[in-house]
């Protein structure tokens, strides 16, 4: 799963590189790794590093909710 996203202002991509969803008493847990890539679709390791615990977070809620 692939989606775009806007780190410190800079279009990126989120590549989701694992998912994990388990469904258990009508909740849903969801486990996910990514990477952010540019828009070209390649590892950016430089906007990586500007993410924040904050967009960590919203990602991985964007990741779960379109799982």
């Known amino acids: 799963m692939q989606f775009e996203y806007r780190v410190a202002g800079i279009p990126a991509i989120i590549n989701v590189t694992e998912l994990d969803v388990r469904r258990s008493g009508g909740y849903n847990n969801v ?37």
């Open 31 to 67: 486990t996910s790794e990514f990477e952010v890539c540019d828009r070209r679709g390649r590892y950016a390791a430089w906007l990586e590093r500007k993410l924040d615990d904050d967009m960590i977070a919203e990602i991985k809620y964007e990741i779960a909710q379109r799982a």
